[in-house]
């Protein structure tokens, strides 16, 4: 149970234009308009989720009537903290992080609490942070056991295999769940193919990154390759690539995310075995619902760490499955 914000959007709004010398009663919706402000911001805006899941929040924002602005970059969180910094100055109601480095976001975080002003944070990390107003994500160590197990599945069994790792520990959701899958993949007997996981240096060139690690590895090691688990969708693309090229056709991947790119690979019966979804689209909604409870309140959620259960993709239910990036 958390303490529920008790100043209005309103008067939070009003406080603003106290500060920056504005004149005008702020009215219920939040300014002295009576428009409802959101600052929306990610820095992941060049990956499919983060596109995707920020454009639907606008387009479904203004569905509601906010006045809603979209701040992004790509990956570089002093344009975001700078951004966001001079909107909070001029006068938002509540703040939407997309995606959100929580160890990267302190200046717009501290500029916000400032001002009283919520964030509302769609897959912000992987623990309750006191931050964010409500953080709505998905399990990590399911997602990191869906696919495991997948691999265990394709593969007979995991004990002596060799499986390469791969992730990206700027982002704490893949850092979380890959790391859970290392210890997964260890504690059911395979070995991690190389010593170590993988580190992609840019999501947004990971295909092209993945292609090269694991072209090398099989050069280097022809026979010595059982299958690949990656923390996301793109990553996993360029390991198929690679094993495709290859020739070989024993070795098994998985992914996360379940785009449509990497449901068409899993029909084909060949190296991609299975991807989890994550049905961003439900988390959107699911923000906006908490959004819309604020602003008519001024309340903010008991539970400031929202977990969503994902699902597993693979050639069993691919065929029913509609992907939404």
């Not at 059911?188 to 292609?211: C, D, F």
Request: proline share 4%; aromatic share 6%; net charge negative.
């Amino acid at each position: 149970m958390r303490t529920s914000l008790k100043i209005t959007a309103g008067l939070a709004a009003a406080s603003l234009l106290a500060l920056t010398g504005c004149s005008g009663e702020a009215g219920a919706g939040g300014g002295d308009d009576g428009t409802f402000k959101v600052a929306a911001f990610t820095a992941g805006y060049g990956t499919p989720a983060g596109k995707e899941s920020l454009d639907e929040l606008v387009e479904k924002g203004k569905e509601k009537g906010w006045d809603i602005t979209l701040y992004t970059s790509d990956f570089d969180y002093d344009k975001i903290n700078t951004d966001m910094q001079s909107a909070i100055t001029q006068g938002v109601d509540v703040i939407v992080a997309g995606f959100p480095d929580p160890r990267q976001i302190a200046p717009l975080v501290n500029s916000a609490e400032t001002q009283d002003i919520p964030i509302f944070s769609i897959d912000g990390g992987v623990e309750p942070n006191d931050d964010f107003a409500v953080d709505i994500t998905f399990k990590q160590e399911q997602i990191a056991e869906l696919g495991v197990n997948a691999l265990d599945e394709a593969m007979g069994g995991l004990e002596g295999k060799d499986v390469m790792v791969v992730g990206h520990d700027p982002h704490v959701g893949i850092m979380t769940r890959s790391k859970m899958a290392v210890d997964m993949l260890k504690e059911k007997g395979a070995n991690i193919a190389g010593g170590e996981m993988k580190q992609v240096l840019n999501p947004g060139t990971s295909q092209e990154e993945t292609l090269k690690f694991v072209t090398d590895y099989l050069q280097a090691n022809p026979d010595g390759l059982d299958g690949v688990w990656t923390g996301w969708d793109h990553a996993a693309l360029g390991v198929v690539q690679a094993i495709n090229e290859s020739g070989q056709d024993d070795i098994y991947v998985t992914g996360v995310d379940a785009l449509g790119a990497a449901a068409a690979e899993i029909k084909k019966d060949g190296p991609f075995y299975a991807s989890v979804q994550q049905d961003w689209s439900k988390v959107v909604d699911m923000t906006i619902e908490e959004v819309e409870s604020y602003r008519e309140t001024g309340e903010l959620p008991e539970e400031n760490f929202v977990e969503v259960d994902a699902k597993l993709i693979d050639r069993t239910n691919v065929d029913d499955y509609e992907p939404k990036m």
